[in-house]
C-alpha cells in the first residue's frame, strides 16, 4: 500500500509539474487547425472539465488543441508511463489532471467570466487535492473569439493567497443552523476545544473526533434527510484536512462520520 501511494505522489508530481503549474500561453500547435470552439467561454471551459473528468483524450486534445503546452505535457506523461497502452496513459492521467485542476468534484468556485473584446478570462478558485492542508489554488483561464466562437488558449496558475481581494473565497455556508453554529466555535486546534464540543453537542456519539486537535473549521454543505439535517464540515489537523458529516435530529447530533 505504502508503495502505491509512493507511485501516486509521484505521478502527481509529474502532473503537476509538467501540466498544472506550466500550462500555457495560447501560441497554437500541431493540429490546432482542429480546435473545437464554442458560443461562450463557459461553455468551452465546461468541455474541457468533461474531457478531464471522463479521461476523453479526443475531446481533450480538441479543445486544448491550442494550448500548446497542455497537449505537449500530456504526450510527455504518456510516453513516461511505459506500463500502459497510450490510450490508456492518456484517460488515466486526464482524469488524474481533473482534480489537480479544480474540476472532479473538487470543492471550488468559479468567478464570471471577464469579456475584452476578443479575449476572456475564467478566474477558477480550488481547494487543493491532496492529503495536506496546503492552500488553495488558482487557474486563470484564457480564450480568444474567432469567427463567433471562442477557443481556449491556455491558462495562468497560482496560490489563491496571490488574486486580488475581488476574488476572495468564502467556503461557508450561510444556512446554519444556531445549535450547529454552537458546536463549530469551540473548534479551536486544542484537544479541550474538541472534548467541549463533543460533551455539549454528541455526549455518546461515537467518532474519532477525540482522536485530533481540529482547527480551521468551514461548513461546505448542508443536506435535510429523513428528517435529520447533515452538514458537511472540513477541518484542518496539523498539516492533514479532515472532513466529516455531521447528523442532526431534534437539535442534538445523532452521528459523526469522518469521509476518507
Request: charged content about 25%; proline content about 2%.
Amino acid at each position: 500500500m505504502w508503495r502505491n501511494l509512493q507511485v501516486a505522489s509521484w505521478m502527481g508530481m509529474i502532473v503537476l509539474s509538467l501540466v498544472a503549474a506550466g500550462c500555457g500561453s495560447g501560441d497554437g500547435g500541431p493540429g490546432a487547425g482542429d480546435a473545437q470552439g464554442f458560443a461562450s467561454p463557459d461553455e468551452a471551459l465546461d468541455t474541457y472539465a468533461r474531457a478531464l473528468e471522463q479521461g476523453d483524450e479526443v475531446l481533450y486534445r480538441k479543445v486544448a488543441v491550442k494550448d500548446k503546452t497542455a497537449i505537449e505535457g500530456l504526450d510527455a506523461l504518456i510516453t513516461l508511463q511505459t506500463d500502459m497502452e497510450p490510450a490508456e496513459a492518456a484517460k488515466v492521467n486526464l482524469e488524474a489532471m481533473a482534480k489537480i485542476q479544480g474540476f472532479g468534484g473538487v470543492m471550488a468556485k468559479r468567478f464570471d467570466t471577464e469579456i475584452d473584446g476578443d479575449k476572456a478570462a475564467i478566474v477558477h478558485v480550488f481547494e487543493d487535492t491532496g492529503g495536506f492542508a496546503g492552500g488553495d489554488k488558482f487557474r486563470k483561464w484564457l480564450f480568444e473569439k474567432s469567427g463567433n466562437q471562442w477557443f481556449l488558449v491556455g491558462s495562468e496558475f497560482g496560490a489563491a493567497e496571490e488574486l486580488p481581494e475581488q476574488y476572495a473565497w468564502d467556503k461557508n455556508i450561510a444556512d446554519i443552523s444556531d445549535p450547529m453554529r454552537d458546536f463549530v466555535s469551540f473548534f479551536d486546534g486544542t484537544e479541550e476545544g474538541v472534548e467541549a464540543a463533543l460533551a455539549k453537542h454528541a455526549e455518546g456519539v461515537e467518532t474519532d473526533m477525540d482522536y485530533y486537535m481540529l482547527d480551521a473549521p468551514v461548513v461546505t454543505a448542508k443536506e435535510e434527510k429523513d428528517g435529520q439535517e447533515i452538514y458537511t464540515i472540513q477541518f484542518q489537523s496539523g498539516a492533514m484536512k479532515r472532513i466529516y458529516t455531521i447528523s442532526w435530529q431534534d437539535d442534538k447530533i445523532a452521528s459523526i462520520t469522518e469521509i476518507e
